[in-house]
């Protein structure tokens, strides 16, 4: 492949999804599969086109101000200890520059961002005032069953009399965290709750364990919780103290975070169909309303002006202006769900996400069914079997047990359509130890990563 490059073409492409969406798999392979090019394993270009060949890969340094991520670290953990790697705790970059054999004239520079999926949350706080974000949280709590359910104890301290601030603080810690314990929710925020800005996770059995200890702020002096309208009307002093702390809040945790994404070139938005199925209606219903206020934030697509000029500064000046024109919402861990049934989980996305990127003018979207890392496989049998096989990484009380030698396991058969409820446990999709050759320069089996690379690179 002769080198005929006049020009590098760079690429921001955020990565985003709920907590424990395997946003951190998920990338770690797709690095390795761009470090390690196989185009039989990893195939880039059109289906029809002679496969896509990579050379002169490279990493680059990153962005001022973003931790690297760990693609070493990460592979590692997976390949060699035999476990998942660490969650995100912080925003991490990963660059990487290559020539592609059917991209003459330009070289690809693809920076690659990795966020905490907890701070999604917040997303609901960008560009929004105190009372704008407790309006927004109280209406979600009188419209979904499981936030009230959660959120007794700190609304009947709303309505008491007299109101006080550290009463409601702890009601309201309390009530996250049984959100979180009892209900599997993620809408969670300050998303400092479960996440602090030093890194610390929330940790413990019971709602009570699990809120002691931890800040609904950036710190336990700047603590804040969502008034109501009446609330905020009657008590004016404790309105403007709380106002004072989100706004310190929003513009250290909130702005450097979701402002990243917002200038990206595209997305990919991890939904995580599997989870929802296993963790139940409230865990849906909460990834679906974190999409919305995601899609607020982020302002994606470009009118028919918007494109001539990006069109005109890809030509003449070499440059992409930085924002969001294209969305991959993609389905990740597909080899947890049997063959027969992959084709559901699409369409299930497709329900669940779909009417919401139909807003957008101007803003592209495709879906995918994905898997960074294929550690099961299905076993024969009848047309009704869902059987797999693979190294069961808990047991069937959610315990973390010892790496042993494959099993076979019984899935649930994946719904045609979301059911109208559903608790936790009413599917079951077991959970496995990743499988990755040992051998640096063989990347994991895949499903679907490289056609999504393709999708938001281009």
Not at 234 to 242: D, M, Q, R, V
Request: charged share 20%.
């Amino acid at each position: 492949m002769a080198s005929w490059i006049w020009r590098t073409q760079e690429r921001y492409i955020g990565v985003v999804g709920m907590h424990s969406s395997g946003k951190t798999v998920y990338l770690t392979s797709v690095i390795d599969h761009l470090m390690n090019h196989d185009p039989a394993r990893f195939r880039l270009g059109p289906d029809t086109a002679a496969p896509v060949t990579l050379r002169r890969v490279r990493p680059e340094p990153v962005n001022a101000g973003w931790e690297a991520f760990n693609y070493a670290g990460n592979r590692a953990a997976l390949a060699t200890s035999g476990r998942w790697p660490r969650k995100t705790r912080d925003r991490a970059e990963f660059a990487v520059a290559f020539e592609r054999s059917d991209w003459r004239f330009n070289a690809p520079l693809l920076r690659l961002f990795d966020m905490p999926g907890e701070r999604l949350a917040d997303a609901a706080m960008f560009g929004q005032t105190y009372a704008q974000w407790s309006d927004h949280w109280h209406r979600y709590a009188a419209d979904d069953a499981h936030q009230r359910a959660a959120s007794a104890g700190f609304l009947d301290a709303l309505a008491s009399s007299p109101v006080v601030a550290a009463a409601l603080i702890d009601a309201y810690r309390l009530a996250l965290a049984t959100a979180v314990g009892e209900h599997y929710k993620p809408f969670v925020t300050p998303s400092s709750f479960l996440l602090d800005a030093a890194g610390g996770v929330a940790h413990g059995e019971t709602p009570a364990e699990i809120a002691a200890g931890r800040f609904v702020g950036t710190s336990e002096a700047t603590q804040f919780v969502p008034l109501p309208a009446a609330v905020r009307a009657a008590h004016p002093e404790l309105t403007a103290k709380f106002a004072r702390h989100y706004e310190t809040y929003q513009r250290e945790m909130v702005g450097p975070y979701l402002n990243s994404l917002a200038r990206c070139h595209s997305l990919i938005v991890m939904v995580d169909v599997v989870e929802m199925l296993r963790s139940g209606v409230a865990m849906a219903n909460d990834g679906r309303q974190m999409v919305r206020d995601l899609m607020r934030v982020i302002e994606p697509g470009e009118s028919v002006l918007g494109t001539a000029l990006r069109r005109l500064s890809e030509a003449v000046l070499q440059h992409r202006p930085r924002w969001v024109s294209k969305i991959a919402f993609v389905a990740p861990k597909i080899d947890l769900v049997h063959p027969a049934d992959r084709d559901r989980v699409l369409h299930l996305m497709r329900k669940h996400v779909g009417s919401l990127a139909q807003d957008h003018d101007g803003l592209e979207c495709r879906f995918f069914v994905t898997s960074a890392v294929v550690s099961t496989k299905s076993m024969p049998g009848g047309e009704s079997a869902r059987v797999m096989r693979g190294l069961p990484y808990r047991d069937a009380d959610g315990a973390k047990i010892p790496r042993g030698g494959e099993q076979q396991f019984p899935v649930s058969t994946v719904p045609e359509e979301w059911p109208s409820t559903w608790r936790p446990g009413d599917y079951s999709f077991p959970e496995v130890y990743p499988v990755l050759p040992a051998y640096q320069g063989y990347p994991p089996d895949q499903i679907g990563l490289d056609r999504v690379l393709e999708f938001v690179m281009d």
